[in-house]
């Protein structure tokens, strides 16, 4: 996150960034923090949506202060706000059809082809080059985003018949000349609650959820050649226990991620 504040601020991000929220302990995504849905802490710090209003934010006012003279800035920066759940909201609106990503691909669980889209999820386009207070009511895809990246620098073929047909974000940035950063509107994060790791109960047997996950999480890294141990799934696993590793696992699969000793 720091490198991506340091170039926001230089001009120097690269043509593409992708910013992905902690989702773990001291998050700042919308969720409540995995450590208290899986080892059932009975707590929230901070809020799930307070964290998460706090990093984008962060993100909006990066953007929107770059005035390098060259490279990026905020003429010509588009910033998406994608969600990848509509986190239980009911959606009265039944899904609409969608062309399948493989028309030739057998069905999936319960018979599903992939031929309809799932309940409407929020999104946000923020760019110099869209008129204020834009209210976009057509149907876009998450793999518009796909299709967009992949006309914008000649990327090759679609992926999929999906992306394919997904609408175009580009069609968004419809004014002549860029608003000026100075007439955004202004935004302020309400302060976060600090994170206090002691209320982490590391000696706490992991919830039946925490557990499910934590096999299958196994399987996937032994899967993907890592040399994970043998754990007994029937046995309690403490939540320090299953930490420990998942890090050593994940180092393995990352080497990038391993602690480098002084």
Request: glycine letters at 6%; zero cysteines.
């Amino acid at each position: 996150m720091d490198r991506f504040l340091e170039d926001a601020a230089a001009g120097t991000l690269p043509t593409y960034s992708f910013i992905e929220p902690n989702l773990w302990h001291g998050h700042n995504d919308m969720h409540p923090p995995e450590s208290a849905l899986l080892q059932g802490i009975p707590f929230d710090a901070p809020s799930s949506l307070l964290g998460g209003e706090a990093l984008l934010a962060q993100v909006y006012n990066a953007v929107r202060s770059s005035s390098s003279s060259g490279g990026s800035n905020a003429n010509n920066t588009l910033l998406m706000i994608v969600f990848d759940e509509h986190g239980g909201t009911y959606d009265h609106v039944p899904p609409p059809a969608a062309v399948a990503p493989d028309p030739t691909a057998p069905p999936g669980q319960m018979g599903f082809t992939f031929d309809r889209l799932g309940v409407r999820l929020p999104a946000i386009a923020i760019s110099a080059w869209m008129p204020p207070q834009t209210v976009v009511n057509g149907v876009h895809h998450h793999t518009s985003v796909i299709r967009t990246l992949r006309e914008r620098w000649n990327l090759g073929r679609p992926l999929t018949a999906r992306d394919a047909s997904a609408p175009d974000l580009s069609v968004l940035l419809s004014l002549d000349s860029p608003r000026d950063p100075q007439d955004w509107p202004d935004v302020a994060a309400r302060p976060v609650p600090e994170f206090d790791q002691a209320l982490v109960p590391p000696e706490a047997p992991l919830s039946p959820l925490a557990t499910a996950m934590f096999h299958g999480y196994l399987a996937l890294a032994e899967q993907l050649g890592a040399a994970v141990p043998v754990v007994d799934d029937k046995a309690p696993l403490r939540g320090q226990d299953a930490t420990a590793i998942v890090h050593e696992t994940a180092h393995t699969l990352f080497p990038g991620l391993r602690p480098t000793s002084s």
